[in-house]
């Protein structure tokens, strides 16, 4: 579609599309009144008489350095002359200027180790008499009253177990057993017609945890409370002269057997394990055969524990060893309490 049909008016004889600044009017080849003349001027019309951009900055440019040069020059007369420069005085002359040095400030630690003189250091180091929670001796340790009635409290219980104490001394054991004791361990020695049987027992955790609880529920208010049991777990090792491996015999006392005095026939304590050892060795090896007593005939069972009867280590036995250990055991505690009452009071 041409120019004409976007318009509405064909352009007639004399008439042209116009391009320039109008763009999309028409106009005649000759019709122009204002031709163009340089610069954009229009001939006809006189050019204004308002300065261009150029000029205003340029005055203004002006303006502000000639204000700047004011300003400099105000400031410059208002400064006070420079004094003229002076010949340096000597060294002598400079410290004979100077003021006295001061003393130097004693440190502050010590002057603070200072006070008092040797009261005041020990007092320093040393908590205040009378502080909250805190008893103070003269050792120079730590004291409060919570260990004060520690003490106390294991003073009493001292007295209280020595007063229970069935056995001032260890009790023997029958049947020609001698007797070592090293701290919480005991060794039961016997030697027969070319065999030597040896027994073996700690007292470290001998004692049932449920024994306690059990007894205080079958307690009646006027009843005594039971004596507390020592049971601990033994082995038996035979060991004959001409041999080089010992006979190990892991032995304990079952709970529901313990008490059961009136059957004659049932035995106080079972054999768990048995195994063969190098003899003369202090550590045995994992690696030789154990033989569990769970999976075990009955008749060889019977062999086995006819087999420690013949040779002293029976019901008989079973029960002093009990009786012997218990003592052994109560031993220990009251030589622990003494010990933890001397560690906690100062001494």
Known sequence: MGAGARTGVSPGPGLELAYGPNRGSYRGRDSNPWPRGPRGARRGRKRSAVPGRAVLAAARSRTMLLARSLRAAAAAALRPPLPAPRRPLSSAARRALLPPP??????????????????????????????????????????????????????DEIQEEKKIQKH??????????????????????RKIAGEKITVTFNINNSIPPSAEDDTQEQQKPDE????????????????????????????????????????????????????????????????????NTDSLDWALYDHLMDFLADRGVDNTFADELIELSTALEHQEYIKFLEDLKSFVKCQ
């Open 224 to 291: 005594q409370e039971p004596e507390l049991t020592s049971t601990p777990n033994f082995v038996v090792e035979v060991i004959k002269d001409d041999t080089k491996q010992t006979l190990v015999l892991d032995c304990h006392f079952p709970e529901d057997e313990i008490g059961h005095e009136g059957e004659e026939e049932s035995d106080i304590f079972t054999i768990r394990e048995v195994s063969f050892q190098p003899t003369g060795e202090a550590d045995w090896k994992d690696t030789n055969y154990t033989l």
């Open 168 to 189: 001032k001394s260890l009790p023997k054991v029958s049947g020609g057993w001698e007797l070592e004791v090293h701290g919480t361990e005991a060794k039961l020695v």
């Open 102 to 155: 001061a003393a130097a400030a004693p440190a502050l630690a010590r002057s603070l180790w200072q006070l008092g003189g040797g009261a005041g250091r020990t007092a320093l180091l040393r908590p205040r008499r009378g502080s909250a929670g805190r008893v103070s001796c003269g050792c120079g340790g730590l004291h409060t009253e919570g260990d004060k009635a520690f003490a106390q409290f294991l003073t």
